[in-house]
C-alpha cells in the first residue's frame, strides 16, 4: 500500500471529522479559513464552533496557511499517494475551485487526486458540483477528480463510530486513492463510476427530508413518513435517471442510505428545518435562527430541471410551495393526498 498525502481544505464539521478519520493512516494536512479554528485544532484538539466537545486526535494536523495546505501534497515520499478533498459546502465550493485555479500548476509529473464531498445544486446557475468544478479546473489532465458521498453525519464520524461511503469517478485510480485514505476498520469506502448518479441522491434527499420533517412535525405519524421516503426515493431516482445517472446508483449508499438517514436522524438540519415548519414556523424565522440546510438551497432548481425534463415530482413541488410560495404545510399535504390514484 502506498502513503497518502492528504490536504482537506476546509474545517467544517465535515472537512474535520474526514480528517479525523484520515489521520489515522495517512499524512492529513486539514486547512481552516478562520485563525483560531486551525490554532483550536493545532493545539488543542478540538474544533467548538463546528464541532463541540469532540476529542480529536492528536495526529491531526492543522493550518490557517494556503500555500502551506498545497505544498503539502508534494512532501512525503515519492511514491506517495497525493489527494486533496474539498470539504466545503456548495456555497463555498466555487470560491475554493477559483483559489485552486490560480495556485495549481498546468503541469505536473505526478497525479493528483480531487474529491469533493458537498450536497446540493447551484440555486443560481442549477450546476451540479462536477461541473462547477470542471468550469473552474479546465486542462489538467494530471488531476483526476471524483465525488465522496453517503449516509453520514460528521459528529458520529469524528467520534469513531462505523459509517459507510461511496466514492463515484470514472477514474479507477482515484477510487483506490479514497480507499487508501479513508478505508478501514472504522469506514468502508465502495466505489462507482457513477458521479451525476451520486451527485442527484446527495442533493435531493436533502429536499425529501425537510417534507419528512414538514411530516413529522404535523404529528402525521410513521406510516406517513414511510411513504414519503418511498415515494421520494422514486422522485430522485426519476430524475437521477433523467439526467444520466443509473438507477440501481438511488438503491444503494448514496440513495436509499442516504435517504433514510437525512429523513429520519435528528442530527439532519433538513430534517429539522421541515419539522419547525410543520410546527407552524416561518422559513424566515428559520433562517433568522442560524439554522441552514442545503435542501433549501437546491429544491427550486431540482424543480426547475424536472420541469425542463418534463417530469412530475410532486414531493419535491409540495415543499417548495411550503419554502418560497406561502402554502401551508397542511395545505399541501392535503394536495398531495388529493392527487389522483394511480399505480405504482
Known sequence: MHPVQLTILGAGSWGTALAALACRQADTLLWARDPAVARSIQQ????????????????LQATHDWAAALAHLRQGPADAIRLVVLGVPMAGLADVCLRLSQDLPQASVDPVHLLWTCKGISPDTRQWP???????LPQRPWLQAGV???????????????VAL??????VETGLAAQAAFHGRQARIYTTHDVI????????KNVMAIA???????QLGTNARAALITR??????????????????????????????????DLSRNRQVGLALGQGKSLHAILADGMTAEG????????ALSQDHGLDLPIIEAVCQVLFDGVSPRHAVASLLARDARAE
Open 232 to 265: 421520494g426515493l422514486a422522485e430522485i431516482q426519476r430524475l437521477g435517471v433523467a439526467l444520466g445517472g443509473r438507477a440501481e446508483t438511488f438503491m444503494g449508499l448514496t440513495g436509499l442510505g442516504d435517504l433514510v438517514l437525512t429523513a429520519t436522524g
Open 166 to 171: 461511496t466514492l463515484a469517478s470514472t477514474e
Open 148 to 162: 465522496l458521498s453517503g449516509p453520514s453525519f460528521a459528529r458520529e464520524v469524528a467520534q469513531g463510530l462505523p
Open 212 to 218: 419528512c420533517g414538514i411530516s413529522d412535525g404535523l
Open 130 to 136: 462536477h461541473q462547477i468544478i470542471d468550469g473552474a
Open 44 to 59: 488543542d484538539h478540538h474544533n467548538p464552533r463546528y464541532l463541540p466537545g469532540i476529542a480529536l486526535p492528536d495526529a
Open 296 to 303: 433549501v438551497r437546491c429544491a427550486q432548481a431540482a424543480l
Open 197 to 204: 448518479g451520486v451527485e442527484v441522491g446527495g442533493a435531493l
